[in-house]
């Protein structure tokens, strides 16, 4: 399990082309974050707990669905860490071990409503179509 | 025939580690001219100085190659040994076989193949070495320091104090810089003003000290000693020796609307003003920009209440040429515009500052007269928040920001913040931080002080974003210690901008050759032992131009850039460097390409006689050097078509031989 996680890990640092190294424990990201309130890892510490390889609760957690992808902690870190392509990346290893449930462009056109922003869409597509 | 002596040092194991001293100097022992080889384990200790002096004795040596580290190192050490011995000191070549060789490598068979080949280039080099001796160059006994803020000021009454003559050029119309815009001081909380004002009088009363206000520094020519410097006196439409400051015509001008950059735009000035009641020379300056006389040719208000007639509109900006015999730059800093940091709001409310509005803000002579108000209705804040950080310690790859600290915000946060509880203690404050940085005498104590004592409330995390809601300013961040994401109403945000060195730093360093690091901070010769100076000879280095710096720490390394430059003021002439360009006559076909590329003017060309195989005489024009210039940079040397242009102690023959001697 050890090994595996391990493995989990530099598919995400190698995935996400993020280095969590970078990152000076500032806290914009958090600061920053729309969807903290939802969280129950927030975007600070979820770098932190890459970092350190303390990845399984994160697999587990609903935090991953939670991150909208509205990118404002890319765009607003110091260092140039960019936790939600992190989020992003765990998010593909959870999705890629469910098996074949991806999110299809075809399927698109019948899931659009009027109250649907499409930068929701995007980012959906973003979340499950890889 | 040169007879040649070799010394391998050991360095201890820092060579002999790598490098197999004892085959070294049996290799060397065979190359040709050499008539005596050794190693020891320490060759600039005494006893290793000592046996190269009896060596050259007995042996009758004409040259030496020391083997050991660069000759940036210890080459003046053995230089200095070979002339108690009698030898011409430029009879001595450096091997370097510590930082080119020993160091680098690991495998003891390439590192003493190396130091072998090394070795004879000296070898072959020293074959062709010639005794050289330096000249003199005469040192002017007048020093220039640019920039007149606490920097430049205190270098300048120091080097004053010496008796030496000093000018400060200043491109504001008033000495005094950032520290006379600053409230009060850390940690210390004395008044800025009160600290800084009788210098600036010490500065104008000062006898050896001439300020240039108004000016700037256009041209830079020469060496250390005698550099040859172009002030442009910029004009500012009043008679500085007529002008007494009384200040009327700052009052009766009609022009009400110009933004003051005193108090960084936060209210206005006149077109003609005074920058501030201390101001030296307390002498009043037409901003062309906005005066209607000299824009439009109406008004001239200035000039009819003005009793003494120093009002002049046809004045012209002026240059003066002086020379000097030393220069030290002390351009300062400034702080980074907030443009692109959108999410702090600064453009979008009047009531998100930085801490140098804030320090306006709070002095008595600013612009809301010392009371703590918002900017943009002139309430009483109630809460403030304080964001340290903004654009330092980012990362390389930023646009936004720097990647150093600034050093100094930490501090003068916990200042604002303690004063702001001090003075107004129904306000609620917030220092938002990622690291509080307090290494400095007393330092630590004043921030724990700001608060245990004064109850400011520090919080670690980051703000996010601050938007305008309402008149007032919502500030989204996080609390990393109570893991939470705070929300507050704020009616002041204070963002401690990161603070960058001021424009004029480079071209002022291109003038000056002096080198620069990524951040347009001036290069020190060495960053731990020779700290206030530049690498070019004769430039000083004082204040935050070199690095940010607070107050304590920008006096003491003015004091210190003084102190070298009266050193260097106090010698009557400086011994030249005798390795300088040779131009061959014979050689020499006049095309002045030599001439065209000496970044020094030491080239000059001359008629001269000559006498032809027919024994007629023919005048040819051909270079002559002026060897108390020349610097020997050797760029004559490659510019030369006709290779008439030499190095001496670096000819074409003897580069050629060190590079044979390698490729053998």
């Known amino acids: ?130 | 025939m040169q007879r040649i002596g070799v010394f391998v040092c050991w360095c201890g194991s820092n060579i002999a580690g790598t490098v197999d001293v004892q085959a070294v100097s049996d290799a060397l022992a065979h190359e040709p001219g050499v008539v005596h080889s050794a190693n020891y384990q320490y060759m600039c200790s005494q006893a290793g100085q000592n046996l190269i002096k009896e060596a050259i004795e007995e042996h009758k040596l004409t040259g030496i190659v020391v083997c050991s580290c660069s000759p940036r190192m210890h080459e003046a050490t053995f230089r200095k040994t070979a002339a108690a011995a009698g030898l011409n000191p430029y009879m001595v070549e450096i091997a370097n076989i510590r930082e080119q060789c020993s160091w680098v490598h690991k495998d003891m068979a390439t590192g003493t193949e190396k130091a072998i080949i090394l070795g004879k280039a000296a070898v072959a080099k020293v074959n062709l070495n010639a005794p050289l001796t330096p000249g003199e160059s005469p040192v002017t006994k007048r020093a220039l320091v640019i920039g007149g803020g606490i920097a430049g000021i205190q270098t300048a009454l120091d080097i004053a104090d010496a008796g030496f003559p000093v000018d400060i050029v200043e491109t504001k119309p008033t000495i005094g810089g950032k520290m006379a815009q600053l409230d009060k001081t850390f940690p210390t909380l004395d008044c800025a003003a009160c600290i800084l004002t009788p210098k600036m009088v010490d500065v104008a009363q000062n006898e050896n000290i001439r300020i240039f206000s108004y000016s700037e520094v256009t041209d830079i020519k020469g060496f250390v000693g005698n550099f040859d410097v172009t002030i442009k006196k910029r004009a500012r439409y009043v008679k500085e020796d007529i002008c007494t400051g009384c200040g009327l015509c700052t009052e009766k001008c009609p022009m009400k609307n110009v933004p003051n950059e005193f108090n960084l735009g936060m209210d206005n000035r006149r077109a003609i003003y005074i920058p501030f009641a201390q101001a030296v020379p307390k002498v009043a300056t037409i901003d062309p920009e906005h005066c209607n006389m000299l824009k439009n040719g109406k008004c001239g208000v200035c000039a009819k209440v003005c009793a003494a007639g120093a009002i002049d509109y046809k004045q012209q900006d002026e240059y003066i040429s002086e020379k000097y015999g030393a220069i030290v730059a002390a351009t300062g800093f400034n702080p980074i515009s907030m443009d692109k940091f959108d999410e702090y709001a600064y453009s979008q409310s009047k009531d998100v500052i930085t801490s140098l509005e804030f320090e306006r803000l709070t002095n008595a002579a600013g612009p809301s007269s010392g009371h703590l108000v918002c900017p943009s209705d002139g309430r009483h804040p109630h809460t403030i928040v304080f964001v340290q950080c903004v654009g330092s310690r980012c990362a390389s790859c930023s646009e936004k920001g720097k990647e150093y600290c600034s050093k100094i915000c930490c501090m003068y946060t916990a200042k604002h913040a303690m004063l702001t509880r001090d003075k107004y203690p129904d306000t609620e404050v917030y220092v938002f931080y990622i690291d509080v940085r307090t290494p400095g005498k007393n330092f630590d104590e004043f921030y724990r002080r700001a608060a245990e004592e004064y109850g400011v409330k520090y919080i670690k995390g980051m703000v996010g974003k601050v938007s305008p809601e309402n008149g007032k300013l919502h500030v989204q961040a996080s609390d990393l210690l109570a893991d939470k994401q705070l929300h507050i109403e704020a009616d002041l945000v204070v963002l401690a901008a990161a603070i960058e060195p001021d424009k004029s730093a480079r071209p002022l360093a291109t003038m000056l050759t002096a080198s620069m690091d990524t951040n347009d901070f001036f290069t020190e010769a060495h960053p731990k032992l020779r700290p206030v100076e530049s690498p070019t000879a004769g430039v000083f280095l004082s204040g935050a131009c070199q690095g940010p710096k607070d107050i304590p720490e920008t006096v003491s390394q003015a004091g210190a850039a003084a102190a070298k430059v009266i050193g260097l003021l106090a010698k009557d002439k400086l011994t030249g460097n005798p390795c300088v360009a040779n131009s061959n006559e014979l050689m020499c076909n006049g095309c002045s390409s030599c001439e065209r590329v000496c970044p020094y003017g030491a080239i000059t060309y001359v008629d001269k006689e000559f006498r032809m195989p027919d024994r007629t005489t023919k005048v040819r024009r051909v270079a002559s050097v002026n060897e108390a210039v020349c610097q020997g940079c050797g760029a004559c040397t490659v510019a030369c078509p006709s290779g008439a242009m030499d190095l001496k102690g670096f000819a074409t023959k003897q580069i050629i031989a060190e590079v044979d001697a390698i490729c053998k």
């Open chain 1, 1 to 130: 399990m050890k090994k595996e996680l391990e493995a989990i890990q530099s598919e995400v640092i190698r995935r996400s082309g993020v280095n969590p190294k970078k990152c000076m424990r500032c806290g914009k990201c958090s600061g920053t974050c729309p969807a903290y309130d939802q969280m129950e890892y927030h975007p600070h510490q979820f770098v932190y707990m890459v970092e350190s390889g303390d990845i399984e609760p994160l697999l587990k957690s609903d935090s991953l669905y939670q991150c909208l992808t509205c990118f404002a902690c890319v765009d607003r870190c110091p260092r140039g860490v960019e936790p939600a392509k992190l989020v992003e990346a765990v998010r593909l290893q959870v999705v890629r071990r469910q098996g074949n449930n991806h999110l299809k462009t075809d399927s698109i056109p019948a899931l659009i409503d009027e109250d649907m922003p499409q930068q929701a869409l995007v980012s959906a597509l973003r979340k499950y179509s890889k």
